[in-house]
T-cell receptor, first 113, second 111 residues
Framework: EPEVTQTPSHQVTQMGQEVILRCVPISNHLYFYWYRQILGQKVEFLVS????????KSEIFDDQFSVERPDGSNFTLKIRSTKLEDSAMYFC???????????FGSGTRLTVV | GQQLNQSPQSMFIQEGEDVSMNCTSSSIFNTWLWYKQDPGEGPVLLIA?????ELTSNGRLTAQFGITRKDSFLNISASIPSDVGIYFC???????????FGTGTRLKVLA
């Protein structure tokens, strides 16, 4: 069964440092997403990406965040200057269309200290 | 912003019992998804619903897209210990790419 792959599974970073979270979506999917989940809370939308541009973003996705699809397979989320409150599980997801189900990756646990 | 109210928040049930959970909102959704999340893992899709009134089954799971398009429910029949986890509903509004997730139902099954 095709999978969305995320690396690393766990990242610890110092406050103020930049982090890049990496995702390899399912190969024939066209829509890509980042969500986050603060410990014990619900999953929250960050951004959707289609046709090499952001199609929608939430109020959480401020200027500290950026996404990129640097080649034909990877999809990255960059946080420029991490804050303590950025500590969360970050999930990448992909889908073939926008009004269909997503497939989620296993997540990257980001801990900002 | 839009909210999805999911209930119950948590439940303990005996193995073999049936379980019901639901999501409600004041907003109208075009699509409903139900996911299960195990600790430290990403959400795994259980059922997708695309039309109002649609009733869809996946093994012991049955979900329905409410006729008003503002709610959805998930039933699990004859629960087993591996049903333990957190169940999330997710709804997609018209004209948007994102899904809004419910607050989750934490299910614990007693053997």
């Amino acid at each position: 069964e095709p999978e969305v792959t995320q690396t690393p599974s766990h990242q610890v970073t110092q406050m103020g440092q930049e982090v890049i979270l990496r995702c390899v979506p399912i190969s024939n999917h066209l829509y890509f997403y980042w969500y986050r989940q603060i410990l014990g809370q619900k999953v929250e939308f960050l951004v959707s990406f289609y046709n090499n541009e952001i199609s929608e973003k939430s109020e959480i996705f401020d200027d500290q965040f950026s996404v990129e699809r640097p080649d034909g397979s990877n999809f990255t989320l960059k946080i420029r200057s991490t804050k303590l409150e950025d500590s969360a599980m970050y999930f990448c997801a992909s889908s073939v269309g926008y009004r269909v189900e997503y497939t989620f990756g296993s997540g990257t646990r980001l801990t900002v200290v | 912003g839009q909210q999805l109210n999911q209930s119950p928040q948590s439940m303990f049930i005996q193995e073999g019992e049936d379980v019901s959970m639901n999501c409600t909102s004041s907003s109208i959704f075009n699509t409903w998804l139900w996911y299960k999340q195990d600790p430290g893992e990403g959400p795994v899709l259980l059922i997708a619903l695309y039309k109002a009134g649609e009733l869809t089954s996946n093994g012991r799971l049955t979900a329905q897209f409410g006729i008003t398009r503002k709610d959805s429910f998930l039933n699990i029949s004859a629960s087993i210990p591996s049903d333990v986890g957190i169940y999330f509903c997710a709804g997609q509004l018209g004209g948007t790419y994102k899904y809004i997730f419910g607050t989750g139902t934490r299910l614990k099954v007693l053997a």
